[in-house]
């Protein structure tokens, strides 16, 4: 299990205290493209097409990052541990 694959782990236990940089991090694992052009929130696009757009604000709230992993379920990948 990599790093990513156990932070997404603590992501569905707990969706509370997390940064932008711990998304990004999972985001890279599961091939999830992410930008910030310039504004206070990030979008992450999956390969599938679907998206999520993240206030980039410290810590995350938690709805935000249950739609990530979410995001990440969708992708079907999460599952192929």
Known sequence: M?????RLAAMRTNPRDWRIEDLETVA?????TWDQPGTS???FRGPNGNKLT???HKPIKPVYV????????SL???DDD
Do not use: E, M, Q, S
Not at 28 to 32: H, N
Not at 66 to 73: E, P, Q, R, S, T
């Open 41 to 43: 929130h990030v979008t």
């Open 2 to 6: 990599t790093k990513a694959d156990k």
């Open 66 to 73: 249950a739609g990530f992993v979410a995001l990440i379920d």
């Open 28 to 32: 890279r694992r599961y091939g999830v």
């Open 76 to 78: 079907g990948a999460a």
């Open 54 to 56: 993240v206030p980039a």
